[in-house]
């Protein structure tokens, strides 16, 4: 006698129940989970989808619920029901109306933008296609308005930046320097130091540059010059150290004479520059690190009558002693 199968589907002992598939629905802000079929990620290669077909989120079919109770299952279609939210057009005309040509054409950015960003809230892969700009040439209009909503994106989650309080301030390397209004930058971060602060309340800026025949660390300085200009009213090159032989001292003041051109508020100082009572070349000045008095004495003759300078003389009268002070009076 043949053999016999019999298969069923039936799931002992689960009468009555229902087996249920995450899904991304949202209704007024609130994720629920719903009834769905399989998984694909097939179906997310553009906007021109069929009603129900899968977004490709791993959750199922993700789709945004309206305040009437209709169903959006792309952007599309959310994009067509603002624009008729926004027309007034009747509830029971809604579903007629998004299929009219005349009134697709009314479709605008600004309904495709708040679709996008309530689809990327919900459905990873919606997300993903408009952070990888993944789109045809017939989607050129929703290209325009991904790229709006990534900006404001990359805008709103940018890094802190540390706002400067100062008005005047001083920017160099290796001045170990203790004071609100003295900015050191490492050797190792000088390409990308001024993007981590805040210069809105920023009015001048002197900075302190090594008189050197390096090209590669020339060239830093520079960047780092043009790159402050941009951000202060007025800003001041100080020579600091001379790492050059004195034969190439005039081919690196030529270097940064230049900067001029680039930066009409850009002042430089020149290493040869006669200071002091004695007229002595400021090449000869005594500049030791670690000594706020001393740099704010050496600026006083490279840069006399500067606003920094009363600013850094403010803070080495109020870092001597109490007791100091009082012999002195």
């Known amino acids: 006698m043949a053999e016999v199968k019999c298969e069923t589907e039936a799931r002992r002992g689960q009468r009555g129940r229902k087996k249920k598939v995450a899904v ?139 706002i400067i309080q100062e008005k005047y301030i001083l920017v160099g390397q290796r001045m170990g320097l203790k004071s609100k209004a003295v900015f050191e930058v490492r050797t190792a971060t000088i390409s990308t130091w001024k993007q981590k602060f805040g210069w809105e309340k920023v009015e001048k800026a002197v900075v302190l540059v090594e008189w050197t025949k390096d090209d590669k660390q020339l060239k830093a300085l520079v960047n780092l010059v043009e790159e402050i200009a941009k951000e202060v009213w007025e800003l001041v090159v100080v020579p600091a150290r001379m790492e050059c032989g004195y034969d190439e001292v005039g081919g690196v003041t030529e270097t940064w004479q230049k900067v001029r051109k680039t930066a009409l508020n850009v002042e430089v100082v020149d290493l040869m520059t006669p200071v002091g009572p004695k007229k002595m070349p400021l090449i000869l000045c005594d500049l030791k690190p670690g000594s706020l008095e001393k740099m704010m004495e050496y600026l006083a003759c490279a840069i006399p009558g500067h606003s920094l300078v009363d600013r850094l003389r403010a803070d080495v009268e109020d870092s001597e002693p109490k007791i100091k002070k009082h012999r002195a009076n």
Not at 42 to 50: G, H, I, L
Not at 127 to 151: F, G, P, Q, Y
């Open 24 to 162: 991304n629905v949202v209704e007024e802000g609130k994720h629920y989970e719903k009834e769905d079929g399989n998984l694909t990620l097939d179906n997310v290669n553009s906007y021109r989808k069929e009603e129900k077909e899968e977004c490709g989120c791993q959750k199922g079919k993700a789709h945004y619920v309206e305040a009437l109770g209709g169903e959006c299952h792309d952007p599309k279609s959310l994009a067509l029901s603002t624009l008729a939210r926004n027309e007034k057009i009747a509830s029971e005309d809604v579903n007629l109306m998004k299929c009219e040509e005349d009134f697709r054409k009314k479709l605008g950015k600004s309904e495709r933008l708040e679709a996008l960003r309530k689809f990327a809230g919900i459905c990873p892969t919606w997300a993903s296609k408009i952070m990888r700009n993944d789109w045809t040439e017939e989607e050129l209009e929703w290209r325009e308005a991904a790229e709006s909503l990534k900006k404001e994106v990359m805008y709103r989650n940018q890094p802190q930046k540390a």
